[in-house]
């Protein structure tokens, strides 16, 4: 009995081992790398819908909440980023895993521990003050990158590539702008 016992519970471990619930699949199958691109549709402020991180490594995320509770960049696990945005996020990230460490980097070296208030102002190169989509967008521009949105002048007609006064967190998730600079949506939770 002892030995038919043995052999059920290895049986039953080796099941576990090689076939995982469907959760632990879900949550197994995506990996974030330095310089992903972190955008959900979860929140609002000041008017702006959608919010945005980078990914830094290690586990952790950088982002601005704008919320009085935290005024200023902060650095975050990605479990508790995830859950605070209810798992409705979707991933970009860019053609070159150099480039996009690289930003990361960029990111904890202008953001991580520093008091920068948020606020949305109109030119993503000043960061005296910022807000969500700037923080990632000048992460990236210090590595090399100037993230450009299509501009469509009825004047003439014509789609122009512009450096945008205000970056939407939305401005990231539209196909031919990510796609023209160089980024794949690799997650689409939402």
């Known amino acids: 009995m002892k030995k038919i016992a043995s052999l059920l519970f290895s049986f039953t471990l080796a099941i576990g081992l090689f076939y995982p619930t469907s959760n632990d699949t879900a949550s197994a199958a995506f990996k974030y790398k330095k310089g992903d691109i972190l955008i959900t549709d979860r929140t609002s402020s000041k008017g702006v819908t959608g919010h945005t ?35 409705r996020v979707k991933v970009l990230r860019y053609k070159s ?66 450096v945008p006064a205000v970056i939407m967190p939305y401005d990231y998730l539209d196909s031919k702008d990510f796609k023209k600079n160089g980024f794949t949506l690799v997650d689409k939770k939402y």
């Open 53 to 87: 991180a980078i990914y830094i490594g290690n586990n952790q995320v950088l982002h601005t909440s704008g919320w009085k509770s935290e005024p200023y960049p902060k650095v975050m696990t990605l479990s508790k980023w995830v859950k605070r945005y209810d798992k």
């Open 97 to 162: 895993s150099k480039v996009a460490s690289k930003a990361a980097d960029q990111a904890v070296k202008a953001f991580k521990n520093k008091k920068i208030k948020y606020s949305i102002t109109a030119n993503p190169k000043n960061i005296s003050k910022t807000y969500c989509s700037e923080l990632v967008w000048y992460s990236y521009w210090k590595a090399g990158v100037t993230y450009k949105i299509s501009h469509y002048s009825g004047k003439n007609g014509k789609t122009t590539w512009i």
